[in-house]
């Protein structure tokens, strides 16, 4: 399965700036994400990353608040801007592996994350 | 409203216990997967259900599909402290995963 690095591990940040997460793939997947996962809490998908394109917004997640880049099929970026207390959470970069039917995701695999505190 | 419904959410027991972790939902899946989550790493997955009734074991772990495929469950037989993490169910919509509200396992020497 493919092998995720995400930097950086950790940070802390002053509100109101902004963080740049990037995440680097060991070969090349059609599918990437990026979650977030808030203290003691499940993960919640952000958005899907796309190749060469816009990415693909969950409800309640916007470009303006998390603009993400994908420009290569092995490395994204997710960015969080205008930082809050709020924003304090694991943010997680996942992959996943299409199936041979060329239609469903077979399996997803995810980054060890990085942890984000904003003061 | 979270589309699966895990309980509990939270539980701490002693080494040897056993446990079962319920995943719940009104729809119908044409599958469901179990991750385990710990401190500092992502999930990972442990198992994919996709027939209705089905029981799968992993070792210590089974985990079962409901026969409506609403629903599944893992347990666990004499827990140890390594069996420590969030466990989450999760479904595989088009093309994206999306997670249960996850259960905290704390096992205890």
């Known amino acids: 399965s493919a092998v995720i690095s995400q930097k950086p591990s950790r940070d802390i940040c002053q509100r109101g700036t902004s963080l740049t997460i990037q995440c680097q793939v060991d070969s090349q997947v059609t599918m990437m994400f990026w979650y977030r996962q808030q203290p003691g809490q499940s993960l919640t998908l952000i958005a899907t990353a796309n190749q060469g394109s816009e990415a693909t917004y969950e409800s309640g997640f916007v470009i303006d608040k998390f603009p993400i880049s994908r420009p290569n099929l092995t490395f994204s970026t997710l960015t969080v801007s205008n930082m809050s207390p709020e924003d304090s959470s694991i943010y997680l970069c996942s992959v996943g592996v299409i199936g041979t039917g060329g239609r469903t995701v077979q399996g997803y695999t995810f980054g060890s994350g990085t942890r984000l505190t904003v003061v | ?109």
Not at chain 2, 58 to 75: N, P, V
Not at chain 2, 96 to 101: E, I, R, S
């Open chain 2, 1 to 109: 409203t979270q589309l699966l419904e895990q309980s509990p959410q939270f539980l701490s027991i002693q080494e040897g216990e056993n446990l079962t972790v319920y995943c719940n939902s009104s729809s119908v899946f044409s599958s469901l997967q179990w991750y385990r989550q710990e401190p500092g790493e992502g999930p990972v997955l442990l198992v994919t259900v996709v027939t209705g009734g089905e029981v799968k074991k992993l070792k210590r772990l089974t985990f079962q599909f409901g026969d409506a495929r609403k629903d599944s469950s893992l347990h666990i037989t004499a827990a140890q402290p390594g069996d420590t993490g969030l466990y989450l169910c999760a479904y595989a919509g088009f093309q994206k995963l999306v997670f249960g509200t996850g259960t905290r396992l704390l096992v205890s020497p």
